[in-house]
C-alpha cells in the first residue's frame, strides 16, 4: 500500500492534509500532478443576485432564501486539479485552506482500512465505510454520504426516484466513474436533507 494515496476521514488523502495552503498543495506535484490555476467561487452570490433581480418575481420568498444560503455557502470557495497522467485529483479549498479532497477510479491505489477502494465491488466498499461511519448512510441518485466520518461516495450506488438505492456493479455505465470524496466537515445543507434516504449495506 502507498501512504501517498491513504484515504483518512478528516485528515485527507496521503500527504493532501487538511489545511493546506494551495502553495502547499502544489508542491507536492511531483506525488499528486501539477496545478491548475484556482478558480474562486466568490462571484457566485453577485450572480444569484443577478438572478433574482430578474426573475424574483416568480420565485417564492422561500426558495430565494434557499438559494442565497446556497450560494453564500459557495462564496469562500475555490477549486483546484492537480493532475498527473491525465488523471486529476479535485481539491476545494475554504478560505484559503484545503477543506475537500476527490479522488476518482483511475487512482486505482487509492486506499482505505487497508483495502483499495476502487478494485472492490461498490456493496463492499459502501459496507466498508458503513462500518466506518458507524450507522448507515444518507443516499440520493448516485451519491452515498457519510456524515460522522465526512465522507461521500459517488456512484458506488444509485437511488431511484422512489427512494429505492442499490450498489452499482461493473454492468452499470456510471460505474466507471467512481469517486470518493472527503471533506473536514460533513456537507448537510439543510435545504437539501429531504432529498435523502437513509440505508444500510450491512
Known sequence: MNADWLISPHHG?????????????????????????????AHVAADVEAVIAGQGASM????????????????????QNLTKEGVPVLLE????????VTVEARHGQAHYDGKPVFTLGAREVLALFE??????????????????????LYNFSTTSL???VRALSQADADFRSRSVTLRRQPYWPADELDQFVTFSFN
Open 131 to 152: 462500518r466506518a461511519n458507524g450507522g448507515p448512510g444518507r443516499y440520493r441518485s448516485s451519491e452515498a454520504a457519510f456524515d460522522n466520518i465526512a465522507v461521500s
Open 60 to 79: 417564492s420568498q422561500e426558495t430565494i432564501a434557499a438559494v442565497r444560503r446556497a450560494a453564500q455557502g459557495l462564496s469562500n470557495l475555490s477549486t
Open 93 to 100: 479549498y475554504r478560505d484559503g485552506k484545503l477543506d475537500g
Open 162 to 164: 422512489q427512494g429505492e
Open 13 to 41: 488523502v496521503g500527504r493532501l492534509t487538511f489545511g493546506l495552503s494551495p502553495q502547499a498543495a502544489a508542491s507536492l506535484a511531483p506525488l499528486y500532478g501539477g496545478p491548475s490555476p484556482l478558480m474562486s467561487q
